[in-house]
């Protein structure tokens, strides 16, 4: 059965920083490309950011976030992370890391076979 399991979320103040992990178990964690997403209330899931398979020697960023927020992986210990820095009010979300079997980490949810449950972040103004 495969889990993945997201920690770290929480209530932060704006222009300070966070770093989300999520732990995989139950699949080959480095055959598989990761990505965090976030999604509001009534919206749609949105991509923050991934990470390649493997090596992971590529990542991927929304726009919005590009220098501020790092994704990087440990195939060792099968988790992959999301270093942000410099939040935002609007960062608020809750996140969700996610596992697709594609080399590359697409910014499409529907590319993602295996989703976290999420975890809250608030960023307070």
């Known amino acids: 059965q495969v889990q993945l399991v997201e920690s770290g979320g929480g209530l932060v103040q704006a222009g300070g920083s966070l770093r989300l992990s999520c732990a995989a178990s139950?699949?080959?964690?480095?055959?598989?490309?990761m990505a965090w997403f976030r999604q509001a209330p009534g919206k749609e899931r949105e991509f923050v950011g991934g990470?390649?398979?493997?090596?992971?020697?590529?990542?991927y960023y929304a726009d919005s976030v590009k220098g501020r927020f790092t994704v990087s992986r440990d195939n060792a210990k099968n988790t992959v992370s999301l270093q942000m820095l410099s939040l935002k009010p609007e960062d608020t979300d809750v996140y969700y890391c996610?596992?697709?079997?594609?080399?590359?980490?697409?910014?499409?949810?529907?590319?993602?076979?295996?989703w976290g449950q999420g975890t809250q972040v608030t960023v307070s103004s």
């Open positions: 996610a596992a697709s079997p594609a080399m590359v980490a697409p910014d499409r949810a529907a590319a993602y076979v295996y």
């Open positions: 139950g699949l080959t964690f480095a055959r598989y490309a």
């Open positions: 990470i390649t398979w493997n090596g992971g020697s590529s990542t």
